[in-house]
């Protein structure tokens, strides 16, 4: 029984296997061509070096035949000066003798030289040549040299036998007659260069196409090889890719966040064992999800992450960091919802609810808590990168106030009333700066929460908004951290309750580049204003605040500012003032 399992195993296809038989099909079909492209490359080569090294070479011989034989002209005329002088330079004579001799023996040695290149090229029957042309191009060649040795040896030598006589009359003929002669034979040597030359220019040519023509026969080998490969693979890789396909389907469904399903289990090799291990990492994923939506619905869900996988979640036992955070409130929502039954006031709290906390999850905060109709929120490490967190809450900050401008518009619907009181509008603060962050409670319950100085600050100044008639205050640390991607304006400094250092503190106009020229006057006069207040000259304090007023009827800040200048002529403050607002005095 034993044996029988091990055969069976053995004869189970597996993907190693199926892979192999794929590679040894490519790699047979690749020799193939790989084995043909070589005998071609081959060929080539070798009507490349038969070019190079034979037609080239021979044409070089006959292009010096013609250099010989002027060498050869030249050494006759300085025999012929050296005999005419007086007294005749019979050793210059002699020595030119030698070299004409010697050049008549070169030019021999250079036709048989071309003769012989010639006759090699017609004797390889493996390369392509038009032997025909080349065999009339020997003849000529033969006859030119024949001629040469003849007429030209004839004329040498009755020259020879003028000077040896002394009539130079008739030497002076001879020699013209010898040059005349030598032009014409120099003439036949230059016509077979021309034919010599043409034949190499055919040659190349046809040497040329024969390798476009490999080229050709290569690539479509090549492509031949590769679609027989590629149909050879899909009709191996069926049995493989389906089942990865439907694995694969799977995977995405379960990135997409479809947990429900399941894939069915088609093959005994390793991606059958990979299916049912997918199938129960999903049931486990399942599992794990149903958590996350259960805890989600009360806990923000990345919290949610930290929770179940401590290790995503570095501060769950504490840390100090710098952090962000958000108060919103809406002002007067609680005295418009009395009077509502509580079904309509949870409709319109989970309205209102929902429409503050988009603008916090879409720039990455964490929803810390709901407080009645307040929020609380807060953005940093590990949920958002240090350098992002002021710029995203101030960046949220001016959607929400955004939001609720449109909400008020809403709420009449949704209270079944006609119209809502005026100062019913979004108020924001935030803070930036070292808190304690982690999960804090009792042995009961816990809570991934943040504390500290500026969650405190961060609360004060959402209610410091109903002061000033503002909409959004921020602290200086986080107006700094924003850096460009708001504009904003120094509204005042503060010392808050439970703090005895004062707080410079700014509001939120818009985004950055988004102020009309109404807003931009505004703050410039108020800058103004608060620059004369600090100043402690109340008349261009009072003057600046007024103009700021006109360019914005209606600013909070600046009827806030105005009053209290109004206040300070009539009770100035003490010598030892330092231009900061103390939220407990009167």
Known sequence: MAVLLDQTSMLRPTIRKRILGIAIGLIFLMAITSALSTVMTRKIAHQLDEFSSKYVEAYGHLARMNVRSLEQALALRRIVIGRMQSPPDMAFSADQRKIYETKGQEIEQEAQAARALINAIIDDVSTESDNARLGRIDDRIERVTI???????????????????????????????????????????????????????????MTMRDQKTAIVISVVLTLLAGILGLMFSLFISIGITRPVRRLLEGTRAVEAGRLDGSIDVTTRDEIGQLTTAFNNMVEQLRHKEHLRETFGRYVDPRVVEGLIDPQSLAASNGERRVMTVLFCDMKGFTSLSEGTTPQGLVKVMNHYLSTMSGPIRSHRGIIDKYIGDAIMAYWG????????????????????????????????????????????????????????????????????????????????????????????????ATITAAGDAVESREIDRLVVVGQTRPEAVFEIIGRKGGLTEKQLALQARYAEGLAAYRSRRWDDARRAFQAALEAVPGDGPSEAMAHRVENFQANPPAADWDGAWRLDQK
């Open 147 to 205: 001629d040469l040795r003849r007429y030209l040896g004839e004329e040498y030598m009755r020259l020879l036998s003028l000077l040896d006589a002394g009539n130079f009359a008739e030497a002076r003929a001879g020699l013209a007659r010898t040059d005349t002669l030598r032009d014409e034979l120099n003439q036949r040597i230059e016509d077979i260069r021309t034919d010599m030359l043409a034949q190499v220019r055919s040659d190349a040519v």
């Open 381 to 476: 490490p590990p949920f958002t990168e240090h350098g992002e967190q002021a710029r995203l809450a101030c960046l949220a900050a001016v959607e929400m106030a955004d939001r609720g401008t449109a909400l008020r518009t809403e709420l009449p619907e949704l209270l079944g009333v006609r119209t809502v009181p005026s100062d019913c509008e979004v108020r924001i603060g935030i803070a930036t700066g070292e808190v304690l962050v982690g999960s804090i409670g009792s042995e009961f319950m816990m809570s991934y929460t943040v504390m500290g100085d500026a969650v405190n600050l961060a609360s004060r100044l959402e209610s410091v908004n109903k002061i000033y008639g503002s909409h959004s205050l921020v602290s200086e």
